[in-house]
């Protein structure tokens, strides 16, 4: 229900999307049979390809130009993805998406390489941009999600952190990659200042909101409909915002002791996950992306009436409901 | 005797090198006391810093600006470091330069994510450059770097590869970054474009005879000289042109092979790399060496008569006669 939604919300621009697919399949082809393979199974696994959309519809306030949009938006999905494979030599995941991940159908060598490869591919995609302000945003933006990812290091596994600390870590981890992909769309169609600094703020907002519900679906979802096993965040020792409310809950902090060392059986992961659901902390983590969300329909409100506005809205109506 | 001689060498420009290393040490700087700790780690350790010593030569030759000079000189200086960050974890190396690396200091994941940061920082440092040539060359060089470190992977341990597969590999591994580091030192500072190409050919013929010593001593000089065991490029399965000219000595196979299964006790160590100098393999590969060097040298020999195009004759031949 919520996918066909989905559909229909990119129908509008489907032609645009699909074109900015197939710049995606070019720009991973390599005569490397390795990496070649490895770049298109991950780049097949699919994803909703949300920053291309964004890049397109942020580009809409300004002068489209579907050339500039696509070179932009393929390279911040490739961004996206190069993270996306190194995430998966730390957390040593096997799934992602119903699929084999590349460390898992290859191995961490190949998958840190295939990951700096992808990097390297967004940069040449977007180096053929020639605005600075352009070059300079994604270059502070991979940095801070590189220090995002290291963050996320030092906090696997500990259970002395702060709401404050998981908002931090969301915020580099995906926040700031959709602002600036709001932002870098408004910026390469010379659209206003005022329009690229609402741009970045709504996504910056939209993004806390779907991370915070990425985080929720990870424990109210099965195993079958996330394509990875559920509960994996808490698995791998990362405390997601539902969990946070509820860790110092005597009940629940010995599921949590035995997630982190890896003895937790199925039955018991059934267990906590339920305990979770029906601890009331989905409904709290569920209010602080509502929250976000109100923030993100604030800033497009103030956007000139269109067809992408409406976009916008649909999008940040579906992020709120979604399922998937 | 050959460290005093590149010390005189590089005094006539040490000012501008001393500014380019305090930009680095800014560089690498970072809230995060992991990332800070490790960068700083890696930069302390030192190297020859023969990519910003190009770049400042190769500017000589247009309209030299040391802030401009400066911004691409860290940015080729934090590439070649990431990429030694990534390869430590590759190769499971303990110690680098007489260090211990940051894959040993701290683990994988630290060590992959510090490389991302040292990557991501390369690329803010040069994205202040203005000149959409530069960032073409930078991105075009970091995939073929990228493809070779794939290769490498692909053919390590393999005993069927040829001189073309060593030549390919060293070209992408070294000859690359440093044609780059002279093409860009001539593009930011406007040179003409018969000396930018010449400083491209320049960079890359230097890189390939320079790779080729730096193969020749882990097998010639001692574990001390080197900071880590001789022979390490053997025993982590990577085949050098010494050792393709003898891998097929029936008396030597035995030592490859235990070398790859990591099977070979330290005096057997120290019996291989006395039996490949002596087996004619290291002249041989020194020849070859100095093929590329005349090569180096003949392009500088179109340049105009300056101090700069001293410098390089004077690096040219001390690249010839390194022995550390």
Partial sequence: ???????????????????????LERAVDSESPIIRQASLHLLRAGGKRIRPIFVILASKFGTYSLE??????????????????????????DMRRGLQTVKARWDNRIAMYTGDYIFSRALSSIGEIEVPAVHRLLSRTMLE??????MQIEQQRKFDQSIRDYL??????????????????????????SIVRKMSRFGY????????????????????ELGK??????LNGHLTLPVLYIKDDVEFRPFMERSFDKTLSHSDREEMLTYIRKSGAIEKAQAVSDLYLQKALKEIEGLPNSDARKAFFQIARFIGKRDF
């Fill in 145 to 150: 999600i590189c220090k995002g990812e290291i």
């Fill in 168 to 193: 931090r870590r969301i915020k580099r981890k995906t926040a700031l990659l959709l602002s600036s992909s709001c932002e870098l769309g408004a910026l390469v169609s010379n659209a206003s200042p």
């Fill in 68 to 93: 500039d949009v696509s070179k932009v938006a393929v390279s911040l999905e490739l961004v996206h993805m190069a993270s996306l494979v190194h995430d998966d030599v730390i957390d040593d995941s």
């Fill in 229 to 234: 096993p559920a509960g994996s965040d808490l």
């Fill in 1 to 23: 229900m919520e996918k066909l939604r989905l559909l229909s919300l990119y129908s509008d621009f489907r032609k645009d999307l699909d074109y900015i697919e197939k710049e």
């Fill in 205 to 224: 907002y939209a993004g806390m909101s779907y991370q915070i519900i990425d985080d929720i679906l990870d424990i109210t979802s099965t195993d079958e």
